[in-house]
């Protein structure tokens, strides 16, 4: 089992920047990737930004340029920075990790980020 637990959240204004963060506990090895997903009110939970084990990310159309996944080497928690956020942006981020043939799925509690004026 993998737990993760996620901080970071908040209000920003449009143009803001804010960093989201997911620690991972449990049986971590069996991690392969991790990734954020969004899901604003009335919409379907989407991905933002996946990184896997070997430091390969993948980005929404959406975010791309704006949004950064990372890792810092030797640490096992996640960040997104985001950057340049618009009121779009608004969701609940929710954290996920999973194995290589995802066979095993873990989510976080969920984070609400709110961009507004």
Known sequence: QVQLVESGGGL???G???RVSCAPSGSIFSIYAMAWYRQAPGKQREL????????????ADSVKGRFTIFRPNGR???YLQMNNLKPEDTAVYYCNARNFLSTDVYWGQGTQVTVSS
């Open 48 to 59: 933002v930004a996946s990184i896997d084990s070997g430091g390969s990310t993948n980005y």
């Open 76 to 78: 096992n928690t996640v």
């Open 12 to 14: 920003v204004q449009p």
């Open 16 to 18: 803001g920047s804010l």
